[in-house]
């Protein structure tokens, strides 16, 4: 059945809220910042021919005219139909029941609320009625169906359909002219570009989840054993994005534990590792997701099973039975070691089913959102270098088979995509030049500063300091001999019982023999951690010794101490410390163009996330600021928490009660003045990590008017000349030597923002919230981060 309605086209839906969740809209103004047009490129450094893995793009209906509609998908019940795949399965299966009512249209699905169609339908609204048939077994002798009840073979049933219905109802909202790419792309300031872009991301996604592929937002993955690299642990890589490895459940809770056999296995961290994975059983052609662990083994776990009366009539008796006999007595299924594990639960809440964990395996192309160990890291490196000329033939190999010219959507805007590289142009800028101790230079190698035989530009002087000792297996008299070979320094072990503590209480414990046994604070404290990453101790140590105690502080872990690791943390602890480990050769000599005549002042931000699925855990945003211009090497960060998953920074100008402005950006500015022989920045350089292009213009109109207020609030009129650049770690583009087989040579990254981030994010990972103080962003509580002691406020503690 399908219903059509003409007339005008209805009002667009409300745009999405560019501002963060505590901005109230009457105190933003509209956009008075827009991105300008790129004045042109540079010319510094020596030319190199380059290849890349973008495809040229021809577009040659520029008038053509996406035009967008709105799905909505309901059940007989009136509810928004909800479930993976749904989506693409009623739309599928309307276009094959009603593509003479749509005119044989084709269209781009994005498997929600969204399609798009070249040119209009022949109406501005729709419903229509889908019934979606899938096949299911049917039990024979005896229902498993009741409550409690596992699920049925397929080996002693047979095939029955069953049906669902659905409501779809298709209104136009909008149209996009695909012109306002060709515009974008010659300079012109067009506000519907992204949107467009996003159509074709959209049509180019839809043909790969038509292939099967796992779709991680633009960009997706085809199931190919020869793309994936095992990093250990069951799990995968695949193009950077880790999967889980295909196969046997049993065999995946034994590598990713690293255990030797099931009975080893952690049941308790096996139950969370395994919730909402998919697993097929191998009697049964169907998918399921997985919710929990039964509660007792496979041959203890009881539930009701519905007999048939023998004479023949609706009423029976019903029988408590394990899952274990069910299988093998009633279903003729060999069990040969699951009658002492427990079972999988693949039901609802108040109505488990249960599936014995050997006939189970998991589905492939599912995504491994943790953190990898050091392990995994280690191997993740190691096993997916790849020569250039390799991987330029998997690039250009994966185009040709992906048929991308056969798709009607992309045909139908005239739009093609090449089969070769793109060539560009480069230019290898000149090695910046680093002056050291003993005004010696020191010049990088491959993008790498090597300091061993070098001496620091400014080295601190460590009076106090101490070493202490979380880790017993490591000798700390031998890391201090090495690190230091005079002078004089205490250490401080723990003692066996307070190591079985938590870590909170260990921290406190040994800050407590730190005051008992020193006469006063040591200036800095070398701590000695039992794991490299992820240690439970780092958290409330950094909170501790920064926040509380005001002392710098530096965690190593160890594994084998050479003279390249011990520069390392020399490099760390001197920085921590106000001393100076090198400087571009411009900046100690003032010649930096642009900045060495005018105060300018560089801010790096970044925003840390939780991870993926955690909307407990708030986001930490951070701003890095220089001093002491004209030197652009020093930083100080300030730190604030925010709503979770929310990436616009809000606390950059934050006026309170008495008028005053608890904000990051005034922190920094009166730093930067303090450091700088009182003068005031007149230019402000700002680099952005963390958004996407579709954030750009929330950047300039949130961000950096918050920063101007910030400005203003101190009394000032005169607003600094501003350059915000915006760094792009993800952006998934590799670039190639176009005449040899070389790599492109190397530049070094910078992030002391992510780090400053990440480091005090650390400070409420432990937290009891009834103790921190909480702030509130729209409905959601936010624990306030402790603030930085004043001893180590201006330092540069995230190194």
């Excluded at 604030?640 to 922190?667: C, F, H, W």
């Excluded at 005031?680 to 963390?690: E, M």
């Amino acid at each position: 059945m399908a219903k059509a309605e003409a007339g005008q086209s209805p009002p667009l839906p409300p745009s999405p809220p560019l501002m963060p969740p505590n901005v109230k809209p009457e105190h933003v103004d509209l956009p008075r910042h827009s991105i300008m047009s790129r004045r042109g490129v540079g010319n510094c450094g020596r030319r190199i021919s380059l290849l890349t893995n973008h495809f040229k793009v021809s577009v040659n209906a520029t008038d053509a005219v996406f035009y967008h509609y709105t799905v909505t998908i309901s059940g007989e019940d009136k509810r928004i139909a909800e479930g993976k795949g749904i989506g693409r399965k009623v739309v599928d299966k309307l276009y094959q029941t009603y593509s003479a009512e749509l005119a044989g249209k084709r269209f781009a699905y994005d498997g929600e609320k969204s399609l798009y169609t070249v040119g209009p339908l022949p109406q501005n609204k729709f419903e229509f009625t889908v019934v979606l048939e899938e096949s299911r077994a049917k039990q024979q002798n005896g229902s498993p169906r009741g409550r409690d009840s596992p699920i049925g073979p397929g080996k002693r049933s047979k095939h029955s359909f069953q049906s669902k219905t659905f409501m779809v109802e298709i209104s136009f909202a909008t149209k996009i002219p695909l012109r306002s790419i060709a515009l974008a792309l010659k300079g012109n300031e067009v506000d519907n570009t992204q949107d467009a872009l996003r159509v074709l991301d959209i049509v180019l996604r839809q043909q790969a989840a038509n292939w099967g592929c796992l779709l991680v937002r633009q960009s997706f993955f085809h199931d190919d054993s020869r793309n994936l690299v095992d990093v250990g642990g069951g799990v995968s890589d695949v193009s950077t994005t880790m999967i889980l490895k295909p196969g046997p459940v049993i065999d995946f809770l034994i590598a990713n534990q690293n255990v030797r056999e099931p009975r080893f296995i952690d049941w308790t961290k096996a139950k969370k590792m395994l919730r909402n994975l998919r697993v097929k059983p191998r009697h049964r052609n169907m998918e399921f997701k997985i919710v929990g662990l039964s509660e007792k083994p496979c041959n203890q776990q009881f539930f009701p099973m519905k007999v048939k009366s023998t004479e023949g009539t609706n009423e029976g008796e019903t029988l408590e039975i394990t899952v274990y006999d069910y299988f093998t007595q009633h279903c003729r299924i060999e069990l040969t070691y699951s009658a002492y594990l427990p079972c999988l639960d693949v039901g609802k809440p108040k109505r488990p089913n249960y599936l014995p964990l050997e006939l189970c395996s998991l589905v492939s192309l599912q995504r491994y959102t943790k953190a990898l160990s050091s392990m995994q890291r280690a191997s993740l490196v190691e096993k997916s270098r790849q020569k250039p000329q390799d991987r330029m033939r998997t690039l250009t190999d994966a185009l040709r088979s992906y048929s991308y010219d056969e798709d009607p959507v992309l045909a139908a805007c005239g739009i093609s995509i090449g089969k070769q590289l793109t060539q560009v142009d480069g230019r290898i800028l000149e090695i910046p030049k680093l002056k050291v101790g003993k005004s010696e230079d020191c010049i990088p190698r491959n993008g790498r500063w090597n300091f061993n035989n070098k001496r620091f530009l400014e080295a601190t002087r460590i009076d106090r300091w101490i070493v202490v000792n979380f880790s017993a297996r490591c000798d700390t008299s031998h890391i201090s001999r090495e690190l230091i070979n005079c002078g004089r320094n205490k250490g401080i072990v723990e003692d066996q019982q307070t190591r079985r503590g938590n870590p909170v209480v260990r921290v406190e414990r040994m800050f407590e023999l730190i005051t008992e046994k020193l006469p006063g604070p040591p200036q800095f404290i070398l701590c000695v951690l039992p794991e490299r990453k992820n240690s439970d101790i780092y958290g409330p140590w950094k909170k501790k010794s920064l926040s509380d105690f005001g002392i710098a502080t530096q965690c190593i872990s160890p594994t084998k101490i050479n003279d390249q690791y011990l520069t390392n943390v020399l490099l760390k602890i001197n920085s921590k410390l106000g001393g100076i480990n090198s400087l571009l050769a411009l900046e100690q000599s003032s010649l930096i163009p642009l900045i060495k005549d005018t105060p300018t002042m560089i801010l790096g931000m970044d925003v840390s996330h939780g991870s993926p699925g955690r909307s407990d855990i708030p986001s930490v945003a951070a701003v890095v600021g220089s001093q002491s211009w004209p030197l652009i090497s020093r930083y100080r960060a300030a730190v604030r928490t925010q709503s979770s998953k929310v990436e616009m920074i809000d606390a950059l100008y934050k006026p309170i009660a008495n008028g005053n402005d608890d904000g990051i950006i005034r922190e920094l500015l009166l730093d930067f003045y303090r450091t700088s022989k009182q003068r005031k920045p007149k230019q402000i350089i700002i680099f952005r990590d963390g958004v996407s292009e579709s954030q750009f213009n929330q950047v300039l109109n949130i961000e950096l008017e918050q920063i101007i207020k910030a400005y203003q609030h101190l009394g000032e009129a005169d607003i600094p000349k501003f350059t915000v650049i915006v760094a792009q770690k993800n952006h998934h583009t590799k670039l190639f030597q176009a005449s040899g087989p070389e790599n492109v040579p190397p530049v070094a990254p910078i992030c002391y923002a992510h780090l400053a981030a990440s480091q005090m994010g650390q400070f409420i990972k432990f937290e009891d919230s009834s103790d921190t103080s909480i702030t509130s962003a729209g409905s959601v509580p936010v624990p306030e981060l402790p603030r930085l002691h004043k001893n180590v406020e201006s330092s540069m503690f995230f190194c």
